[in-house]
């Protein structure tokens, strides 16, 4: 058995646990077709002794006949498993591999490059701590590399590994290396991703993989395993509570529980808690489990909830605490990531899918699409298949819903087409715009206002209308009799009598909507 025949992380006994206590750092690794991602994954998994002897014999063969490296091994073929990927020398499907060092352990994400398939790099980073984007120093920055920045970004992934591959095609110059290093920092930037590691690698030879490289004395950073090991995620502060009910369990007629995940914060039995979209207010009374009752539970367990009150919920609602409940809405504003065959356009009708939740999205007009170069959203009649644009959604009843910066699970979403039931775009929610109803509701009570005249305002009118009528009374009647006495006195008379038969006809006319707007 050789040095590469046993993986550290299957070794038994107190290595085995030694390795359970390890920390766990997800990571994907993507980047352009042709760029060298799954060669250098593989070479990763070669240098740092993850392979089996039985594995190696497998690879050469498969080298001899599949590979692309004139007989040499080819260790993009250790990830690439499906067919059509070997024989095009493309990844086509995520790819999973769990491995371990004496530091740490890994699940590494091999993503497709192939803009066909980018909708598949995104369902991997979704998942993932850190990106290890692979840009190969002969080509630069590709539009390709750019759209998974963008990806990345859209996902909340801040740290990023940057292996600039091929070193060896440029003659290891320190100059190439820094100017793609440069530009790259220049895109992220534009993103909010700022944590970059830059390493001048060559996946077909191992430079600078998890040992030094000779040619490259100018680099006085890591290896792309130290960056790996030492590399040190964002740790999400713990949130709100945030429940989305699964299921609603009736297992006789003395109980009645609402089932879930809890995707965010923490609950304990007497906790206030509100249901939306219903926004009902009510009391924890248990925390179910298989295992009994508990205490307390917190984000990434799965409970069941009883509350004090009867309430009406079902699958779809959200479980949040009282004081920081998201709001519940029939329209949001997101960007998409679009996959559909057919381009995104106003009027269309999609399912919408978020956590537990499903309702009906329809497309309203003012479409934006991100320009790649500029990083700016410029107005498109359509979102087309692998852009990424701006839309706001209008949805058939209110959910609960947050931008995505708040909480991922209940912030983010698919679009599914109802006749093929094909998810056609990942989206993450923006911003919550005011409801249509809600706009609707608000605009009646200001017509409402507008409208409705108080008794108060009426008896005023009335007054200052019959004092002016009765001093042209008491001019027109002094003109005509001569006496001030009986001017006076009829002047009087109008305006007392006048007044009550003014206001009694405001009354009446302010009740009536006819001609008003």
């Not at 192939?114 to 539009?143: C, F, I, K, P």
């Not at 852009?387 to 058939?396: D, P």
């Not at 009528?469 to 006496?483: A, E, Q, Y």
Request: charge should be neutral; include cysteine; glycine fraction near 8%.
């Amino acid at each position: 058995m050789n040095a590469h025949s046993q993986p550290a992380a299957l070794a038994a006994g107190p290595r085995a646990r030694q390795q359970r206590a390890k920390r766990l750092l997800r990571f994907i690794a993507c980047g352009s077709v042709d760029h060298g991602k799954s060669t250098l994954i593989g070479r990763l998994l070669f240098e740092a002794n993850q392979l089996f002897e039985d594995q190696l014999d497998a690879l050469a063969a498969d080298s001899r006949k599949l590979g692309s490296q004139g007989g040499e091994l080819d260790y993009s073929l250790l990830l690439d498993g499906l067919a059509a990927e070997r024989e095009q020398k493309i990844t086509i499907d995520v790819a999973y591999r769990f491995f371990a060092t004496d530091r740490r352990k890994f699940i590494v994400v091999d993503a497709p490059g192939h803009e066909q398939y980018t909708a598949n790099m995104a369902t991997g980073a979704s998942a993932a701590d850190l990106a290890l984007v692979v840009v190969a120093a002969n080509d630069g920055l590709t539009r390709q590399s750019k759209r998974h920045l963008v990806i990345l970004s859209l996902l909340g992934i801040r740290n990023v590994v940057l292996a600039i591959n091929k070193m060896d095609r440029v003659g290891w110059s320190r100059q190439a290396f820094m100017a793609v290093d440069a530009e790259f920092r220049a895109f992220a930037a534009g993103l909010g991703i700022d944590d970059i590691v830059s390493i001048p690698v060559a996946a077909k030879s191992g430079d600078n993989v998890v040992r030094r490289s000779p040619h490259t004395a100018w680099h006085d950073g890591p290896t792309l395993l130290d960056a790996l090991e030492a590399a040190e995620p964002a740790i999400l502060q713990p949130g709100p509570l945030r429940m989305p009910i699964q299921l609603v369990n009736r297992p006789d007629a003395d109980f009645r529980g609402y089932s879930g995940l809890i995707v965010s914060g923490a609950v304990h039995i007497g906790m206030m808690v509100r249901l939306l979209p219903s926004g009902r207010v009510t009391r924890v009374a248990r925390i179910v489990t298989f295992d009994g009752d508990l205490e307390s539970a917190e984000a990434g367990r799965s409970v069941t909830l009883t509350f004090t009150d009867e309430v009406d919920a079902s699958r779809g609602d959200l479980v949040a605490g009282v004081d920081q409940a998201p709001s519940a809405s029939d329209r949001i504003l997101a960007r998409v990531f679009w996959i559909g065959d057919r381009a995104l356009g106003p009027g269309q009708r999609y399912l919408l899918k978020l956590a537990t939740s499903t309702a009906t999205a329809s497309v309203e007009p003012q479409l934006r699409v991100l320009d790649l170069d500029s990083r700016g959203l410029v107005e498109a009649p359509t979102i087309a298949p692998n852009e990424i644009g701006t839309c706001t959604l209008r949805l058939n009843r209110a959910i609960a819903a947050e931008p995505y910066a708040a909480c991922r699970e209940t912030g983010s979403f698919i679009l599914i087409d109802p006749e093929t039931f094909d998810t056609v775009a990942m989206g993450c929610i923006e911003q919550i715009p005011q409801s249509r109803s809600a706009t609707l509701k608000s605009s009646s009570r200001r017509q409402f206002a507008r409208w409705t005249e108080t008794h108060a305002r009426s008896l005023a009118k009335a007054m200052s209308w019959r004092t002016t009528g009765g001093i042209d009374t008491f001019v027109v009647t002094f003109v005509i009799s001569g006496s001030t006495k009986i001017a006076g006195s009829v002047a009087l008379a109008d305006v007392v009598t006048k007044i009550l038969i003014h206001y009694l006809h405001e009354r009446v006319w302010a009740l009536v909507p006819w001609g008003k707007r």
